[in-house]
């Protein structure tokens, strides 16, 4: 006779007369496998925690988002958000999809032309660009987008020094009806600055203004605002034209596409509060065309999504450490994976499912990662069923930030996988050791076990 | 001997529905409990009930006990057993 499987033993009270929101348990089924591969293989091979970045989905996603736009725009470029994610495979993919770069940092520009992307197709983006870096982007002939008046003169400085002629594009913010505003980017429109930078730019012979760029927010859950902007980009696009006589080659409208993951204290679940890809494309697209561009004079539309392409992408398998009671009898689980690699959690209701079957039944419990620090919540009421030290967990929704903003803390970065295509498994990042971390450290001599100047007088 | 007696007046279902008659409360336990709760009403000993468990479900002896002390405290908690 085959034995039954076994479960924890749990016992809940039911509570009569109170609302209950939640309502029953979802019956989501166990998430055994990804891609076709086997979380426990998975955690088997290459350990657990594990990053697994899906190159199946990412294609899909990026494939999608230029249809839907090509269907609603003729000119549409996107180019990938590398801080993002910035795990060159996962920028690989993006490239082989015919995505440029969108890069906000001097070694993000690296990765991007290590991977191949030639200079012309890289957005150089960002508050801070070194002398050193423009002066290489200006060679390149990369995109500049400027982000403030100093930036501006550096480059105008240095295009007068070296004899070349820059190709740049300004940053502009603008009201369109959300809060927060952001305005600590760019130039702002309202208030004059933009036409005034604009204005500095046309009457430099060193200088080609062939863009307009604004980024109106992130995690953005109204299509409207994008109407606004794009509208607005593409009335100072023409004024520009009329005014100054420079044809505007693109308007690029950034990022900020919301993605399904939920955010925390949002009641309803993300996928049904978000606008859609086509939602955010028809806004773009109406918003340009109520400029009544010639057609020939439609500028190119450069889109910076990242988040909205690769949240959905990527998969944290963790594995259960260890189960324990609060004071207040709740149930707490530990797993092995940490605020320090899934920062998203401090915003984020992710997606959390068991890998192995389980039982009908499910409690309320808190999820701790495994470090030995209060703030290491992964979240702080979820219902799973009974779990078992050594059981797995998916945690969905992780490709977007979680792999650039993690940070070695207690424990190392952990490795990442990416599921290829074929269904083979490539490791394209690997876990951190502390050799890895001694490499970066310097112990002065005077503190070497072996060195008679430690024997100090105390 | 164990120290501590269930309820008297506990009705369980054989889909896990848990009936206490004294206070009106309603419960619901997984298919581990319910054995469990059976078993603590046939006056069971905490070994007659391991190895009815290790019978019964793909578990081992050595790792029942954590569970099993875990869940006697829940049960504790909804005043389920009386502890003498």
């Known amino acids: 006779m085959t034995k039954k499987r076994y479960e924890r033993p749990v016992i809940s009270k039911h509570y009569s007369g109170l609302m209950n929101k939640y309502g029953g348990r979802q019956m989501t089924p166990p998430k055994t496998h990804l891609d076709g591969?086997?979380?426990?293989?998975?955690?088997?091979?290459?350990?657990?925690?594990?990053?697994?970045?899906?190159?199946?989905?990412?294609?899909?996603?990026?494939?999608?988002?230029?249809?839907?736009?090509?269907?609603?725009?003729?000119?549409?470029?996107?180019?990938?958000?590398?801080?993002?994610?910035?795990l060159d495979a996962v920028c690989s993919v993006?490239?082989?999809?015919?995505?440029?770069?969108?890069?906000?940092?001097?070694?993000?520009?690296?990765?991007?032309?290590?991977?191949?992307?030639?200079?012309?197709?890289?957005?150089?983006?960002?508050?801070?660009?070194?002398?050193?870096?423009?002066?290489?982007?200006?060679?390149?002939?990369?995109?500049?987008?400027?982000?403030?008046?100093?930036?501006?003169?550096?480059?105008?400085?240095?295009?007068?020094?070296?004899?070349l002629k820059a190709k740049v594009a300004i940053r502009i913010n603008m009201d369109v009806g959300v809060y927060p505003k952001w305005d600590r980017f760019g130039f702002n429109l309202e208030n004059g600055e933009a036409w005034q930078a604009i204005q500095r730019i046309a009457s430099n012979k060193n200088l080609q203004l062939i863009g307009l760029h604004s980024h109106?927010?992130?995690?953005?859950?109204?299509?409207?605002?994008?109407?606004?902007?794009?509208?607005?980009?593409?009335?100072?696009?023409?004024?520009?034209?009329?005014?100054?006589?420079?044809?505007?080659?693109?308007?690029?409208?950034?990022?900020?596409?919301?993605?399904h993951n939920t955010l925390l204290g949002q009641y309803l679940p993300a996928e049904q509060i978000?606008?859609?890809?086509?939602?955010?494309?028809?806004?773009?697209?109406?918003?340009?065309?109520?400029?009544?561009?010639?057609?020939?004079?439609?500028?190119?539309?450069?889109?910076?999504?990242?988040?909205?392409?690769?949240?959905d992408a990527g998969f944290l398998l963790s594995t259960v450490l260890?189960?324990?009671?609060?004071?207040?009898?709740?149930?707490a689980i530990i797993i092995d994976a940490g605020v320090n690699i899934l920062f998203t959690s401090f915003w984020y209701k992710h997606k959390i499912t068991p890998a192995q079957e389980s039982g009908m039944h499910s409690e309320d419990v808190t999820l701790y990662g495994p470090l030995c620090m209060n703030i290491d919540c992964v979240r702080e009421s979820i219902v799973l069923p009974p779990l078992n030290k050594g059981d797995r967990l998916v945690i969905e929704y992780v490709g977007a930030y979680d792999m650039t903003q993690w940070m070695q803390f207690i424990q190392?970065?952990?490795?990442?996988?990416?599921?290829?295509?074929?269904?083979?498994?490539?490791?394209?990042?690997?876990?951190?050791?502390?050799?890895?971390?001694?490499?970066?450290?310097?112990?002065?001599?005077?503190?070497?076990?072996?060195?008679?100047?430690?024997?100090?007088?105390? | 001997m164990t120290n501590y007696h269930l309820q008297e007046n506990l009705a369980v279902s054989d889909s896990?529905?848990?009936?206490?008659?004294?206070?009106?409360?309603?419960?619901?336990?997984?298919?581990?409990?319910?054995?469990?709760?059976?078993?603590?009403?046939?006056?069971?000993?905490?070994?007659e009930i391991f190895s009815q468990l290790v019978n019964e479900f793909d578990i081992e002896a050595g790792l029942l006990e954590k569970d099993y002390e875990d869940f006697i405290n829940q049960l504790k908690n909804f005043s389920l057993i009386e502890v003498k």
Request: a positive charge.
């Open chain 1, 412 to 458: 190392m970065r952990p490795n990442v996988v990416m599921i290829m295509e074929d269904g083979t498994v490539e490791l394209i990042r690997k876990s951190e050791n502390l050799e890895y971390l001694l490499d970066r450290e310097i112990l002065p001599v005077k503190f070497k076990k072996s060195s008679k100047q430690s024997k100090t007088k105390h």
């Open chain 1, 94 to 163: 993006f490239h082989q999809e015919n995505s440029w770069a969108e890069v906000v940092s001097s070694f993000e520009y690296e990765k991007a032309k290590k991977l191949g992307v030639k200079g012309e197709h890289i957005i150089f983006n960002g508050p801070d660009k070194s002398s050193e870096a423009l002066l290489h982007a200006i060679k390149d002939t990369a995109k500049i987008h400027i982000d403030h008046f100093d930036e501006l003169y550096e480059i105008k400085k240095i295009t007068e020094t070296e004899k």
């Open chain 2, 16 to 47: 896990g529905f848990l009936f206490h008659a004294s206070t009106g409360e309603t419960f619901t336990v997984n298919e581990t409990g319910k054995t469990i709760i059976k078993l603590l009403q046939q006056k069971k000993e905490k070994d």
């Open chain 1, 322 to 331: 260890a189960n324990k009671r609060l004071a207040d009898q709740r149930r």
């Open chain 1, 37 to 86: 591969i086997a979380v426990k293989e998975l955690t088997e091979k290459f350990g657990s925690p594990l990053f697994v970045m899906s190159e199946k989905q990412i294609r899909n996603n990026q494939q999608n988002a230029n249809r839907i736009f090509k269907n609603r725009y003729p000119k549409v470029q996107f180019a990938w958000s590398y801080k993002t994610n910035y």
């Open chain 1, 274 to 311: 978000v606008p859609t890809f086509e939602q955010f494309a028809d806004a773009i697209a109406s918003g340009i065309f109520s400029a009544s561009f010639k057609t020939e004079e439609l500028p190119l539309l450069i889109l910076e999504t990242g988040r909205a392409l690769v949240d």
């Open chain 1, 216 to 259: 109106i927010g992130t995690y953005m859950m109204s299509a409207e605002a994008y109407r606004l902007a794009a509208q607005k980009l593409s009335l100072l696009a023409k004024s520009i034209k009329t005014d100054l006589g420079i044809a505007i080659e693109y308007l690029d409208l950034g990022g900020g596409f919301a993605s």
